[in-house]
């Protein structure tokens, strides 16, 4: 059977082709997708033709087309393998590496039932990008009360802003050169919204958290943005590096900034967690999709809020033009393949 995905065709170029799928497996789910979320750093890398996205392996000779890209997405089961237990044919679900696509064809383990009404497909379909801040607040052992900083206010650094109050930081620090951004922060709840280009921005957070944060949520991915961040963190401080590094040509002084301070650096991939047993500082994807599903349903987290444009899936070479050319590209952008 024939169904539609948005492939990267060429550097910069994308279009929705028909594509065809092996039948649906003993472990294996069919969901039809109704939204799809960009998370726009990961895509514009792969749209762009960056040769570095994989953590794991060396950067390729020569950027490789076609690529197939998003997610985090939702939609509706039409069809279970035998062995799957844990959703029905017609549960609303979450879906963790999915793909933008019709239909998705999922291991049973990626896919969790929404089970509250008032959940809606869009919100929910950020929870899976939801789980990559959330990992990285877990590693830092947040405690109630401490003060956090989120460095970079892309979809990533706003949903950690959210997480981070949720998890009782106090205060909680957005920090990113883009004013729209930081009002967004405010928004979500960020307490202060610093611009760290401002000449007094290490100095103004040292003062607003009584000698510095105590946790750090590096989101930009690059060295100006962890070299920002150490010069606002308290002795002992933890900071997580949740954003992508994928240029290393960078310095940092790390005997001042992190070695005299006893600085904790902590590796933040999503791909750096445990597969089944959860525990604490180390939840599995699947438990924090839980988690995400739990905040949202008693009214705790609102990640609904930062969604800014929703498009037909038949738009995608327009709107995945402008990820990969304009800056000022929406935070928060998602497909509805209902309008297909």
């Not at 082709?17 to 939204?35: E, M, Y």
Request: overall charge negative; glycine content about 10%.
């Amino acid at each position: 059977m024939e169904y539609k995905q948005i492939v990267f065709t060429a550097p910069g170029v994308a279009e929705l082709l028909d594509v065809s799928d092996a039948p649906l497996g003993a472990d294996q789910v069919k969901v039809q997708t109704v939204i799809s979320t960009i998370s726009n750093g990961t895509e514009r890398a792969n749209l762009v033709g960056d040769v570095n996205i994989n953590s794991t392996k060396p950067a390729a000779a020569v950027a490789k087309f076609p690529r197939t890209v998003g997610y985090s997405s939702t939609g509706i089961v039409l069809e279970v393998g035998e062995n799957v237990k844990n959703v029905a044919v017609g549960d609303r679900v979450v879906m963790s590496w999915s793909k933008h696509k019709s239909v998705n064809i999922m291991h049973m383990t990626q896919v969790a039932k929404i089970e509250d009404e008032n959940t809606s497909f869009a919100e929910a379909a950020l929870f899976h990008i939801a789980t990559f801040p959330l990992a990285a607040i877990r590693k830092t052992r947040l405690e109630i009360g401490e003060p956090a900083i989120v460095m970079g206010l892309g979809i990533l650094g706003l949903t950690a802003i959210q997480l981070a109050c949720a998890a009782g930081a106090v205060p909680v620090i957005a920090v990113d050169p883009v004013a729209d951004r930081r009002e967004k922060a405010l928004k979500y709840g960020a307490d202060y919204a610093l611009d760290p280009t401002d000449p007094e921005f290490a100095a103004t957070v040292k003062k607003i958290t009584g000698g510095g944060a105590k946790v750090g949520i590096e989101v930009t991915g690059i060295g100006a943005g962890l070299d920002g961040i150490l010069d606002c963190m308290a002795p002992r401080g933890r900071v997580a590096l949740l954003g992508c590094t994928r240029n290393k040509e960078f310095t940092i002084d790390y005997y001042r900034k992190v070695h005299g301070p006893g600085i904790t650096l902590i590796g933040a991939h999503t791909q750096a967690r445990p597969k089944d047993d959860s525990a604490p500082g180390w939840f599995t994807e699947r438990d924090d999709i839980q988690t995400l599903l739990k905040l949202t349903a008693l009214g705790r987290l609102h990640l609904g809020q930062m969604i800014e444009e929703t498009h037909s899936p038949a738009e995608c070479g327009e709107v995945f033009g402008r990820l990969a050319n304009d800056r000022a590209f929406p935070t928060v952008v998602q497909f509805d393949w209902s309008k297909l």
